[in-house]
């Protein structure tokens, strides 16, 4: 079974030797930084940084940047995954429907890359309307809200 750990908020104290078995860690730079001890001000920041957390057994650390995207981190190196551009209305909650939907879109799929694909549209639909729970689209919302997207 792959487990997903989102560590919001960050704690400093967090023993991330007892995550040694975790598929996928999902912070956002700033927990980034304060899980690994390292700075995170840029993309081989970033990678080394989730380096040295997969070097302590998580399998992969996907990291959070906002409009910057996605980076998923693992043994092998890093891949950008961009922002879905939007006119952002509300971002509160945005972490929570990526990390819902990465869930999701891993589940159905298998696919991790498609996942976070999937998952930054669905995270980018979240910020288009106002609050958190009631801006989360349905699969028949997110299906159209792909389609606009796939027409641009």
């Not at 700033?30 to 989730?50: F, H, R």
């Not at 999701?104 to 498609?114: P, R, V």
């Amino acid at each position: 079974m792959r487990t997903i750990l989102n560590p919001a908020p960050a704690a400093r104290d967090l023993d991330v030797g007892q995550l040694a078995s975790l598929g996928f860690l999902v912070p956002n730079e700033t927990e980034l930084a304060q899980l690994s001890g390292l700075p995170t001000g840029s993309d081989p920041e970033i990678e080394a940084a989730a380096q040295a957390l997969i070097a302590r057994g998580i399998g992969a650390v996907i990291v959070t940047l906002g409009a910057r995207g996605v980076r998923l981190v693992t043994s092998e190196g890093m891949v950008a995954v961009p922002a879905v551009a939007v006119e952002a209305v509300d971002t509160t909650g945005a972490g929570d429907a990526f990390i819902g939907g990465f869930a999701h879109f891993l589940t159905a799929s298998g696919d991790t890359l498609a996942a976070l694909h999937q998952a930054a549209r669905y995270a980018a639909h979240s910020v288009t309307g106002r609050g958190t729970q009631k801006s989360y689209a349905t699969v028949a919302e997110f299906a159209e809200f792909c389609r606009v997207l796939d027409d641009r």
